[in-house]
C-alpha cells in the first residue's frame, strides 16, 4: 500500500524559510518522480506545480519560486524536501507531494503554508 505524507507547514512571517518533508513509502522512490504542487485560497485557483525532482536529479522549478525553493530528496529515508526561503504572502497555499513511478501516481493529503505578518 502506497502512502504518502507531508509534514512541515505552518505559519511564517515574510521573508522567513520552511521545510516541507514528504515521505513515501510502498514506492520503489530510488526510481520515482516526485514533485511539490501547490493550491492557493481562492475560487478557481488551480493546483500548481512548484518544484520536481527526477530519479536522477535534474530538477525544475516554477518561475515563481526560482532561486528561493530548493527540492531534494534523501534516498535512504524516502523522503523529499522543499526548502523555502525568502517566503512571500502569494506563496501562501496548501503545499501537496506528488509521487509518479511507472504509470502511476500518488498524491499527500496536502499541507498548510501560510506566509503573513
Known amino acids: 500500500q502506497v502512502q504518502v505524507v507531508e509534514s512541515g507547514g505552518g505559519l511564517v512571517q515574510p521573508g522567513g524559510s520552511l521545510r516541507l518533508s514528504c515521505a513515501a513509502s510502498g514506492v520503489n522512490f530510488k526510481f520515482a518522480t516526485m514533485a511539490w504542487y501547490r493550491r492557493a485560497p481562492g475560487p478557481g485557483k488551480q493546483r500548481e506545480l512548484v518544484?520536481?525532482?527526477?530519479?536522477?536529479?535534474?530538477?525544475n522549478y516554477a518561475d515563481s519560486v526560482r532561486g528561493r525553493f530548493t527540492i531534494s530528496r534523501e534516498q535512504a529515508e524516502n523522503t523529499v524536501y522543499l526548502r523555502m526561503n525568502s517566503l512571500k504572502p502569494e506563496d501562501t497555499a496548501i503545499y501537496y507531494c506528488?509521487?509518479?513511478?511507472?504509470?502511476?501516481?500518488?498524491w499527500g493529503q496536502g499541507t498548510q503554508v501560510t506566509v503573513s505578518s
Open positions: 506528488y509521487v509518479m513511478q511507472s504509470l502511476y501516481q500518488y
Open positions: 518544484a520536481r525532482i527526477f530519479s536522477g536529479g535534474d530538477t
